[in-house]
């Protein structure tokens, strides 16, 4: 009795925390309950990446000049790190050191109206810049002047010459030029052959054009690499646009970053440096955001986190559901799995990939692993280097399914890598004990009842409402640790073995 008092003083005081927590971001600070739909703003960070090499360090990062009116905040993460913001013919942002250990990286971060990143045009200031002829000889000089003269012929405006030499380089077949250009171009440039091209056939015809940066908006945070695009200079206005898609006149979902053809990122004192770019929609307001950074107890768990690292943070506070939802199909409904909480790892992979390629790749793993578990039990070997075999050929399995994944079209290579490997190498083992120790059905049965609550687990977690709670109110896992606690002390009849126990009844009567 003093046990389960104690018990339900634990489950109070659990509850009245985490939902005091809550209530009082939602009421006094604002945070929404379930995510906006209709909020027109947008974070974009991006994040640089360097290794010192001992000298003093000054990075410099190009900056959306653009958005110098539009901008709602910006937020520098530098610790250990002098920053400045320097204003010239464009932004840069620009972090100095003396000597930093390690692999750096730093953070910048725009809270941006999604109005101001459709813009494509934008209005030229001064004359127009001086073009220099790019000094090609040989055959390579004779198809560039050829196929100027073809798009000249071919094209009204600067527009429309440089996007249609955009598309020719892209569909080689058309003019035998082409080719000798593309082969050029990709040996002295490698993968930024075209826009090196375009660039060149733009100067030969006097056409003013440069390198600008872009980023897609994607409402996931996953990191992505910068969008390289060409601003040419049409009249009074810059238009900006994506050389892999000539015929459009700007993809959708695809910002401006930086243009005027400087470089994207400078590092000194740094090597292997790269820049990778990260976005996401506002869900909490501006004076919120403000508010929550600036409150002297640590409000926000998730907005003090940078974009690229959001979703491991999404998958630590979903695990928690998911462990909930075992403990209920395990003590109430009474279905047994095949390890208590491996549905709960399984169920974090079927975020990632498609349910039912999911469920084929994990049941031809198993299938594959098991019959080679049974041709490793004859040679009588010990449980860890049986099961490290195991290890090896579930790897070898990933690669198959990475490789006939790649050949079909499926971009199943990173996501393959998130499917538990050592669990799956034990559920195998363990799969095929119970399979000698007790019988076919039993393991069948535990394996099924362990895919159908990893099933119901995913289903639960993918929600967008849960989502969107567990991550801007962490404070939930509190209430759910108090019914996991009460849940705990349940040690009646269980839903499955009700049923046996009636089908008994009736038999006796």
């Known amino acids: 009795m003093k046990g389960g008092r104690l018990l339900f003083a634990y489950v109070f005081l659990l509850v009245l925390a985490g939902g005091g927590l809550v209530a009082w971001k939602v009421i006094w600070l604002g945070y929404p309950i379930i995510p906006s739909e209709t909020r027109d703003e947008w974070l974009l960070e991006a994040k640089v990446s360097f290794q010192p090499t001992g000298e003093p360090i000054t990075v410099s990062l190009a900056l959306p000049k653009y958005l110098e009116e539009r901008v709602l905040s910006s937020e520098a993460a530098s610790v250990g790190y002098g920053f400045l913001r320097e204003q010239g013919e464009e932004w840069r942002a620009v972090w100095t050191a003396r000597e930093r250990p390690g692999t750096q990286r730093l953070y910048f971060r725009l809270r941006v109206p999604e109005k101001a990143l459709a813009v494509r045009k934008f209005s030229s200031r001064g004359d127009k810049p001086a073009v220099v002829e790019p000094a090609l000889t040989g055959m390579t000089a004779e198809a560039a002047k050829s196929l100027v003269e073809h798009l000249v012929a071919h094209s009204a405006d600067e527009g429309s010459f440089v996007r249609h030499a955009c598309a020719l380089l892209l569909r080689e077949e058309d003019r035998p030029e082409t080719g000798v250009l593309r082969r050029y171009y990709e040996k002295r440039s490698a993968e930024l052959w075209l826009e090196a091209a375009v660039l060149d056939l733009a100067a030969l015809n006097g056409v003013s ?25 049409d009249d009074s206005e810059w238009v900006v646009f994506d050389p892999s898609m000539p015929e459009e006149v700007f993809p959708e979902g695809v910002a401006v970053w930086s243009r005027g053809g400087g470089s994207l990122l400078v590092v000194e004192g740094g090597e292997n440096s790269s820049v990778t770019f990260a976005t996401t929609r506002v869900q909490v307001a501006a004076d919120v955001a403000a508010l929550s950074a600036n409150h002297p107890i640590f409000v926000s768990l998730f907005d003090s986190l940078p974009l690229s690292e959001r979703s491991v ?15 209920i199909f395990r003590n109430f409904i009474g279905i047994v799995t095949l390890g208590t909480f491996m549905p709960v790892l399984l169920a974090l992979a079927f975020l990632e990939i498609p349910i039912i390629l999911a469920l084929v790749m994990f ?97 639960v977690m993918r929600l967008n409402v849960v989502q969107h709670i567990l991550t801007f109110f962490p ?18 009849y269980r839903l499955f073995e009700l049923m046996r126990f009636r089908r008994v009844e009736e038999d006796l009567a």
Do not use: N
């Not at 600008?212 to 601003?231: N, S």
């Not at 630590?316 to 075992?326: E, Q, R």
């Not at 404070?475 to 009646?492: F, N």
């Open 209 to 233: 054009a440069r390198v600008a940066y872009g980023l897609r908006l994607e409402e996931e945070p996953g990191v992505q690499a910068p969008v390289r695009l060409i601003e040419y200079r």
């Open 313 to 327: 943070f999404r998958y630590i506070v979903l695990i928690p559901i998911g462990v909930l939802i075992v403990v």
């Open 363 to 459: 049941g031809t793993m198993l299938a594959v692993a098991l019959v080679f578990r049974f041709m490793l039990s004859r040679l009588h070997l010990l449980v860890v280097p049986r099961v490290a075999a195991c290890v090896v050929v579930v790897s070898l399995l990933m690669l198959v399914f990475s490789a006939v994944g790649h050949r079909v079209g499926f971009a199943t290579s990173l996501q393959i890598t998130l499917f538990p490997l050592i669990i799956l190498a034990w559920t195998v083992e363990r799969m095929s004990l119970l399979w000698d120790e007790e019988g076919a059905w039993v393991a069948i049965k535990q394996i099924m009842g362990s895919v159908v609550v990893a099933w119901v687990a995913f289903v």
């Open 475 to 492: 404070e939930v896992l509190l209430i759910v640790l108090a019914v996991i606690m009460l849940l705990g002390r349940y040690a009646g």
